[in-house]
Structure formats: structure tokens, C-alpha cells
Nanobody, 119 residues
Framework: QVQLTESGGGVVYTGDSLRLSCLAS????????MGWFRRTPGKDREFLAD????????DYAPSVEGRFTLTRDNAKNTAYLQMDNLRPDDTGVYYC????????????WGQGTQVTVSS
């Protein structure tokens, strides 16, 4: 069992940066694949990036690759999503999720944090 808490959202302008944090409490985060997703009005939840429990390498959706960077600090049980060169279409609610080792789906979710990018 793990509880996830996102933070770091806010209102920024086109080209600005934000860093989102996802704190995992309960079972250590290095047991989980950690992922970031977002939901925008009228769209389904969109995968953005994930990083496996035993890896420092992250995978990214084409829409954010080169602009977003996902890292994890297992000592702090925290995953970070550095978002650079933000655009208005990045506006949405950002969620982190945790997939148990060996699992095939995300089981745990945070409450989400709002990101608004104004032009």
C-alpha cells in the first residue's frame, strides 16, 4: 500500500518551467514504477512519462519528450517531473501513479495538481 501526494502545480506563462513532486508514503517508492499522467478538458487521461522501480531511465510520451524530465529520489520516496518550455496545451490536472513491481497497471493514484499555462 502506498499513498501518493502531488505538489508543485500552479499558473505560469508560455515558455516557463514548473517542477512537480510526487511523495510516496507507506511502502518505499523503489518498489514501484512511478508514472505521471494528465487530464485535460474533454480528453481521457494521458500518459506522460514513467520510470521503473529498478531504473534511472524514463520513458516519455512524444508530446512531452525533450521538454519534460522525470527523475526519482528513492531516499526521499519522491518522483519529480521537471517541465520546461510549457505551452497552453499542457494545461490540465497532473497525476502521479504507482505500479507495483511486476504489475501491469497503475494501482495507486494521487489526488492531482492543477497546471495552468497562459499564453
Amino acid at each position: 500500500q502506498v499513498q501518493l501526494t502531488e505538489s508543485g502545480g500552479g499558473v505560469v506563462y508560455t515558455g516557463d518551467s514548473l517542477r512537480l513532486s510526487c511523495l510516496a508514503s507507506g511502502r518505499p517508492s523503489n518498489y514501484y514504477t512511478m508514472g505521471w499522467f494528465r487530464r485535460t478538458p474533454g480528453k481521457d487521461r494521458e500518459f506522460l512519462a514513467d520510470i521503473r522501480e529498478s531504473s534511472d531511465m524514463a520513458d516519455y510520451a512524444p508530446s512531452v519528450e525533450g521538454r519534460f524530465t522525470l527523475t526519482r529520489d528513492n531516499a526521499k520516496n519522491t518522483a519529480y517531473l521537471q517541465m520546461d518550455n510549457l505551452r497552453p496545451d499542457d494545461t490540465g490536472v497532473y497525476y502521479c501513479g504507482a505500479m507495483p513491481a511486476g504489475g501491469v497497471k497503475y494501482v495507486y493514484w494521487g489526488q492531482g495538481t492543477q497546471v495552468t499555462v497562459s499564453s
